[in-house]
């Protein structure tokens, strides 16, 4: 394959110290950062994985001795890195990646035809959905490999990742016309989900020193609500036993980078109050403790 056939894109990864003033990450984190030469650039927690398969928890004990006091900032950030420097040589991690220029150009053509009209909150953020799909299969060219050869590179990818991946190619599969191909997640034998029995939970609540954090926990666990949902409940949302969620409280942060304002007393200031996630109501069910968080 010729040099102009490929594009090269920097990888890093980072050591994210949580926040000392206690606003924010409280914990150490390792960033994955690529920096495409072309597209949008990609940076998020990575979860490095043990040979079994497994989360690695090495980062969790410096995590946990770093709350308990077991170990200063200084220590336990040093402690982090030295940790970082071997996972990259345990994973033979490099520094670059090659990707197929071809592919970046479908990935260009595809979302300006389908969707650069549309009303998207983040586009941003739904191109980069699109080009993490285009990014695992690699150099393999989206116009003539086989349905083989783009369903074995999906499958090197844990099952939540195969579903967004496959979701989002086929797509672009389509719109170049190779409707013959059809892309699946791999059946794999999902995790089992575990949840707190009361009893564990009340044990958990003994060690919530404030009050009011304790409403938001016992209203979590009560009615299944995400934290966001729960911090944008209104009274009249809770009906006889019903509670109709339909927003969620979203960060600062997330709200200036959307540009979502509204006009309060003449004045321009963020609207932190938006849609659920997937924009759709849905009635729950709670259980009879949930009355007692009021």
Do not use: W
Not at 5 to 20: C, G, L, Y
Not at 87 to 95: A, M, P
Not at 101 to 109: A, C, P, S
């Amino acid at each position: 394959m010729s040099k102009k056939t490929r594009i090269t894109a920097r990888i890093n990864f980072t050591v994210r110290p949580p926040r000392t003033n206690g606003v924010g990450r409280g914990s150490f984190h390792i960033y994955k950062d690529v920096k495409p030469l072309v597209g949008k650039r990609d940076n998020k927690p990575h979860i490095f994985t043990s040979k079994d398969g497994k989360p690695d928890d090495r980062l969790d004990k410096i995590n946990e001795g770093y709350r308990k006091c077991e170990m200063d900032f200084e220590t336990a950030k040093k402690m982090a890195e030295a940790l970082r420097d071997q996972l990259y040589k345990e994973h033979n991690l490099v520094k670059t990646k090659v990707f197929s220029t071809d592919n970046y150009e479908i990935l260009d053509e595809f979302f300006q035809k389908r969707y650069a009209s549309r009303k998207t909150k983040d586009k941003a953020a739904a191109f980069n959905d699109y080009r993490r799909a285009v990014d695992a299969v690699g150099l393999l060219p989206i116009r003539s490999a086989s349905e083989a050869q783009l369903q074995e590179a999906l499958s090197k990818f844990p099952n939540n990742k195969q579903r967004r991946y496959v979701s989002r190619l086929t797509r672009i599969l389509k719109f170049k016309g190779r409707d013959d191909i059809e892309l699946a997640k791999d059946r794999k034998q999902s995790a089992e989900i575990r949840y707190l029995s009361e009893k564990e939970f009340s044990a958990v609540l003994k060690n919530v020193e404030d009050k009011n954090l304790q409403i938001v926990f016992q209203m979590a666990f009560h009615s299944g609500c995400r934290l966001g949902e729960i911090f944008a409940l209104d009274d009249e949302d809770y009906r006889n036993g019903i509670l109709n969620v339909s927003k969620q409280f979203i960060r600062e942060e997330i709200a200036k980078k959307r540009k979502l304002f509204k006009i309060v007393k003449g004045q321009k200031v963020l609207d932190l109050i938006q849609p659920t996630k997937n924009e759709q109501k849905r009635r729950v069910v709670v259980f009879s403790e949930f009355k007692n968080c009021f």
